[in-house]
């Protein structure tokens, strides 16, 4: 069956650390790992799209990485900011569709 | 460039009545996807809209339909709703439907009642 898992859930770290969240996915085929941020009740927004030849993709503070063999993603965040307090989504797009995580929940606390 | 746009942004409505959607994609995408967003919960694929046909379906029952105009705009329809059909809807576009990267609408929160 194709799945992504996320973890941790949800996160709480203070303002200015780093953090790292993991996917892991059973997709097949597989086209590319995409990380979203989404903020409560709004649409998702891409911060990154890797295919599986890509081991590493950056977006200003957020950087993400991708091992095809052990099918496993992360997302690294930089000195959090305030603003980082969202739900981020990891999305493998397997066929014909995108597979969606559950997200992790990340607050980040002055 | 305006990205995707869905309206309402909210709405509510009575079980057992009927739902319609709308979602612009962003300019230049000509493939509309819908997701249904349960509370604390990753989006669920529900169809693909592609050369106003239906492409794909996810596991959603009949009740769900849907259509694409000429100009790329789409329509997600309910019938009948449930309790559970509550969530937040969400339109994506891309450029053809071989995923390609998807923008997505800022939704529509539906609650039934």
């Known amino acids: 069956k194709n799945q992504v898992e996320q973890s941790p859930q949800s996160l709480i770290i203070l303002e200015g650390k780093n953090c790292t969240l993991q996917c892991n996915y059973t997709v097949s085929p597989f086209s590319n790992l995409r990380w979203y941020k989404q903020d409560t009740g709004r649409g998702p927004v891409s911060l990154t799209i890797m295919t599986f030849s890509e081991n590493t993709k950056s977006n200003g503070r957020y950087t993400a990485t991708l091992d095809a063999d052990t099918k496993q993603s992360s997302l690294h965040i930089t000195a959090s900011q305030l603003s980082d307090s969202a739900s981020y989504i990891c999305?493998?797009?397997?066929?014909?569709?995108?597979?969606f995580g559950k997200g992790t929940k990340l607050s980040v606390k002055p | 460039d305006a990205g995707v746009t869905q309206s309402p942004t909210h709405l509510i409505k009575t079980r057992g009545q009927q739902v319609t959607l709308r979602c612009s994609p962003k300019s230049g995408h000509d493939t509309v996807s819908w997701y249904q967003q349960a509370l604390g919960q990753g989006p669920q694929f529900i169809f693909q809209?592609?050369?106003?046909?239906?492409?794909q379906r996810g596991n959603f029952p009949d009740r769900f339909s849907g259509h694409q105009f000429p100009n790329y705009s789409s329509e997600l329809n309910v019938n009948a709703l449930l309790l559970g059909d509550s969530a937040l809807y969400l339109c994506?576009?891309?450029?053809?439907?071989?995923?390609?990267?998807?923008?997505f609408g800022q939704g529509t929160r539906l609650t039934v009642v």
């Open positions: 999305v493998v797009s397997g066929p014909g569709n995108l597979i």
């Open positions: 809209y592609y050369e106003e046909e239906e492409r």
């Open positions: 994506a576009s891309s450029w053809g439907t071989a995923n390609t990267e998807a923008f």
